[in-house]
């Protein structure tokens, strides 16, 4: 009998322990509840220079909020010196006679600060102390080599992009190699003038950018440098490279090693001299 009256007294502490649960639930669902409709974005393959604009909706499913903050976070190599690759642009109601703050439309833009990068950061949008999170994410163009008219085999490629990648490395100096079908009624130069100038090959505080151009339909090729290095690579010396490595070798067919000969003298020079004003 004691033992079923212990069982009985248990039964009130248990389903007062209910009652307060259910109490404990009715604040969960009280409190606000941010949920956007699309929580991760991504922009592939954006030359140095371009933007992206994206959007999305945020609403609240749960209770009445007091503070909204919105907070963007980068990761590395994302939050560099080049300044911040995400940036909110506009937060406006969804609709213009809504009575509520929610939902909002939130905009963004994406920049390519540099060539062959990752960048990612997260958008933290809280209402009160709940918070939901928006991954974005980019990738710029990860070739140096831009083959459109397929004239490179593909170790031809990989050979030259290496060396490319080693010079952006050990100097900053960027260079970019461009095949094409057609000038499409542009003269070389005009076509290579303002294909540097779009890219925006080089680095924008150093001009340190070179552009080597192809066109296979008229066989024409063009080597554009940026102001930082028009002193160092004198119109002699890469014609003289031109008559040496370039002229025979495309004439055989053999444009990875015309370009590759050619473009290993200019990263010599160009590495010897980024090491003789490091001295300095």
Request: overall charge negative; proline content about 3%; hydrophobic content about 15%.
């Given at each position: 009998m004691k033992d079923s009256k212990n069982n009985i007294?248990?039964?009130?502490?248990?389903?007062?322990?209910?009652?307060?649960f259910s109490l404990v639930e009715k604040e969960e669902i009280s409190k606000p509840h941010p949920i956007a409709d699309h929580t991760y974005f991504v922009f592939d393959d954006l030359k140095k220079g371009q933007f992206r604009h994206g959007h999305f909706i945020l609403r609240n499913v749960g209770g009445d909020f007091k503070d909204f903050e919105i907070v963007v976070?980068?990761?590395?190599p994302a939050a560099t010196a080049a300044g911040s690759f995400l940036k909110i642009i506009d937060t406006t109601p969804l609709?213009?006679?809504q009575a509520d703050k929610m939902p909002l439309k939130i905009c963004f833009e994406v920049f390519a600060h540099e060539w062959s990068r990752f960048y990612s950061a997260s958008i933290i949008l809280r209402l009160?102390?709940?918070?939901?999170?928006?991954?974005?994410?980019?990738?710029?163009q990860s070739k140096p080599v831009n083959d459109f008219a397929v004239i490179f085999k593909p170790q031809e490629i990989k050979k030259i992009t290496g060396l490319i990648r080693t010079l952006e490395k050990t100097t900053g100096a960027e260079i970019s190699v461009v095949s094409i079908e057609s000038l499409e009624g542009r003269t070389i130069e005009e076509y290579s003038n303002e294909l540097f100038n779009e890219w925006g090959i080089g680095k924008q505080d150093r001009h340190n950018g070179l552009l080597f151009l192809i066109s296979k339909g008229e066989s024409k090729y063009r080597i554009?440098?940026?102001l930082g290095l028009e002193k160092l690579l004198a119109a002699d010396f890469i014609n003289n490279l031109f008559e040496k490595y370039v002229i025979p070798n495309f004439a055989a067919g053999k444009f990875g090693a015309g370009v590759y000969k050619t473009l290993a003298w200019i990263a010599s020079m160009i590495?010897?001299?980024?090491r003789k004003q490091a001295k300095q």
């Open positions: 007294t248990e039964g009130p502490e248990e389903s007062g322990q209910k009652e307060n976070v980068e990761s590395e609709t213009k006679d009160d102390d709940q918070e939901e999170k928006i991954t974005v994410d980019l990738n710029t554009e440098i940026g590495t010897q001299d980024f």
